[in-house]
């Protein structure tokens, strides 16, 4: 899994780019048995079927991923575009399987030029971003536009948020929002929720919260709950409205929205809800727990290490934090590893050792890339002095398919420094800085953080800090 440090609307957007990719659920159990013998005779969409299955557990079959991918390996080669367009999102992706960038484009291209729209928003969605192959936004637009014309409801959405949102082409609001509201007017939920995000948020057109809840409710009609969760959540830290962000949360949660819940949660451990807010934390994790939402591991050791309703206490917060990733909580891991690596300045050490023995230690709970991006975060956060610097420089650059708004904030919350140090280098380059290198973070080096932070979507919070750790994140991803 690649983490980024994400506003809420870029999150949906990721969020329905990986579920279109997908594509692959089935609303019935398959007859497996059926299929094998098919797929035995060579008939590679029986295989490919089958090898979906298998690799995600669905339909009613076990998970077996290496069974799986030879099944989708062998209908790829035999021509089955389907197949094509998967494997290629899967060795693309690198999260069942080591990745294999140059496969994995070589089958996306094959089957975009197949007219797999599947493979066209996945390769769209790698040139937006620069995903394991150098950006491209003018050819993940075209791909898009493509797959758009052919009738395909999740690309002409994904294209209205990018034209809207100007995160990585040309910002065209006109168009971006007529694409959405054509989206709306034949039905699209998700589009609503898209385009209620955005006046939510004000990006890319002004700030409208009521047609931001009318969008919403009108999402919810159709049992669609992520609209009313980003409304509530914003009434709730804003404290605009205590009752009521409850209340629309709830809602949301009794939608399916999971996250409602965390939402909740998190909301009464710091006395964000109505009435007595704490005390209402049990009952609001407990329903997201069954929801399946890992992250209240993560808030019950914020609990513990920061002492809220109960005594603070460090070593309590990370014997938590371990018995959870030990069942296979990966956000407790994501949470763990950085709070031993760079200390919380209170009840827990700075110990990038021990955080480095827990990366050995659920190793297997993490992707290849993750592990890379934890052990150099890792190694920066020992580095000290200025002369270590070019070393662990080189290293950086060396791996540019590690970059990720989240690795940046990783490597600027080890090494505060080292970031400034890297930014220093990359502005120097462009010629947007004439500064020293040192990692300082000078007047110069603000200044010129200061400009190129306009070019990304925190435009609105440079002028308050530029320091940020999710500005400092994206300009190292660029």
Excluded at 276 to 304: H, M, N, P, W, Y
């Amino acid at each position: 899994m690649r983490r980024r440090g994400n506003s809420p609307l870029r999150t949906l957007f990721i969020a329905a780019v990986l579920g279109v990719a997908a594509g692959i659920a089935q609303a019935e159990d398959l007859d497996l048995e059926a299929l094998r013998t098919e797929a035995t005779a060579g008939n590679a969409e029986a295989g490919r079927t089958l090898g979906e299955a298998l690799l995600y557990g669905i339909s009613g079959a076990k998970q077996d991923i290496p069974a799986g991918i030879a099944l989708l390996r062998q209908a790829a080669e035999a021509g089955d575009v389907a197949a094509q367009a998967t494997l290629g999102k899967v060795l693309l992706d690198g999260y069942y399987i080591p990745p294999e960038p140059e496969r994995a484009f070589a089958l996306l291209e094959a089957a975009s030029e197949a007219g797999s729209t599947h493979a066209q928003i996945t390769l769209a969605e790698a040139l937006l971003w620069g995903f394991r192959h150098e950006a491209d936004p003018a050819r993940a637009k075209s791909l898009l536009t493509t797959a758009h014309e052919a009738g395909d409801p999740d690309a002409r959405r994904i294209l209205g948020e990018q034209l809207i949102a100007g995160w990585a082409l040309e910002r065209d609001v006109d168009q971006g929002l007529a694409l959405l509201e054509e989206a709306i007017a034949e039905g699209d939920d998700k589009a609503q929720v898209t385009l209620a995000a955005f006046y939510l948020y004000g990006i890319g057109a002004p700030r409208d919260r009521a047609r931001a809840l009318m969008l919403s409710e009108s999402a919810a009609e159709t049992g669609n709950g992520a609209g009313l969760k980003d409304y509530g959540t914003m009434l709730m830290w804003s404290l605009r409205d205590r009752a009521g962000s409850e209340t629309i949360l709830k809602r949301a949660g009794e939608l399916g929205e999971g996250a409602a819940w965390s939402a909740l949660a998190e909301g009464a451990m710091y006395g964000y809800l109505a009435g007595r807010s704490r005390a209402k934390f049990d009952d609001f994790a407990e329903k997201a727990v069954e929801a399946g939402e890992t992250r209240i591991a993560v808030l019950q050791a914020e609990r513990q290490m920061w002492g809220i309703s109960m005594r603070a206490s460090g070593p309590a917060t990370l014997a938590g934090l371990e018995a959870a990733a030990d069942e296979g909580n990966k956000d407790a891991l994501h949470f763990l590893i950085p709070l031993v690596r760079d200390g919380n300045h209170l009840n827990i050490r700075k110990e990038p050792e021990r955080a480095r023995g827990y990366l050995e230690r659920y190793a297997a709970l993490l992707s290849a890339d993750e592990i890379a991006q934890y052990t150099l975060s890792i190694d920066a956060a020992k580095v000290r002095v200025l002369s270590a610097y070019p070393a662990l420089r080189d290293r950086f650059l060396a791996r540019p398919e590690l970059k990720s708004n989240w690795f940046g904030e990783q490597l600027y919350k080890a090494n505060p420094n080292f970031a400034i140090y890297l930014l220093q280098g990359a502005m120097t380059a462009d010629g947007s800085y004439s500064g020293k290198i040192d990692g300082m973070a000078t007047r110069r080096t603000i200044n010129a953080l200061w400009r190129a932070c306009e070019a990304t979507r925190h435009f609105t919070d440079c002028a308050n800090d530029v320091m940020q750790p999710k500005v400092i994140g994206e300009l190292l991803a660029r």
